[in-house]
């Protein structure tokens, strides 16, 4: 058998060759699962296009009343308004492409590629749902005689939310499966945290409506299962050898961290006859 010869645990990871070319089969779980999520995601995103277009009056209402209520707030409080720029700065969507940026670079160093592919066109198609989709739909921000803060380009889906969605999306997908429970709470509390912090800070800040960062959140989700699904059918397995060659390559790394100390050995107790 192959043994590679990588660094410390390397030996522990088996090697590519020793299952042949068989193509791994299709994990039904994974796809059911993220096709129920892509699903919901994209009938929600249609549904509150839908809504917005045609004027139905409780959610213009409620997108009118939250973001005025908000507003007045912002320009009473300037220490709170500071406060939610710098927030809204921190989770802008190029520092969350940044990351995803870093991680997939890191993926590819440890021979993750399929990862690292996956987190690449995760970027890409946020982005590409940003863009294309408040140019097409085009719908015009809260206006206030007083703004707090101006926003570029059409409202409808909020960027800041599709960004900060999809990279901790991505990010959380990378830890979960090999993660204990501890670590899972802690990540998981603080991906949504963060996605939720971001998207208030949009509306804070007077420069979306709710229903823009729900459509924003929507349309993250929709990317995160679409692209895990088409991963999954084009590239059966491929994931999640990758998430476990990740796990053998850092074990051995974070037991030598890990580790506690030896104690020390007392003086005279060693063995004379020992050199």
Known sequence: MHQSTDGPGAADEPPDGARGNRRPPVQRRTLLRCAWIGLASVL???VLLVLMETG???LARLDQDCVAALHRYAVQHPVWTAAMQTLADLGAPWTMRALLAAA???LWCVRARALAAWVVVQ???GWAASSVGRAVIGRARPHFADPVAVGSGAGFPSGHAIASAVACGVLLMLVWPRADRA???VAGTGAALTVLGVGWTRLALGVHYPSDVLAGWAAAAAVL???TLAAEVWLPGRLGRDVRRLHWRLRPRVQRV?????PAEP???RDPGRP
């Not at 890990?258 to 030896?262: D, I, Q, R, S, V």
């Open 44 to 46: 929600l995103f249609t």
């Open 267 to 269: 003086a005279g107790s």
């Open 225 to 227: 299962a679409g692209v």
């Open 258 to 262: 890990l580790a506690p100390p030896l």
């Open 56 to 58: 139905w009056s409780p």
């Open 104 to 106: 997939a670079l890191w």
């Open 183 to 185: 670590v899972r709470a």
């Open 123 to 125: 970027g890409l198609l």
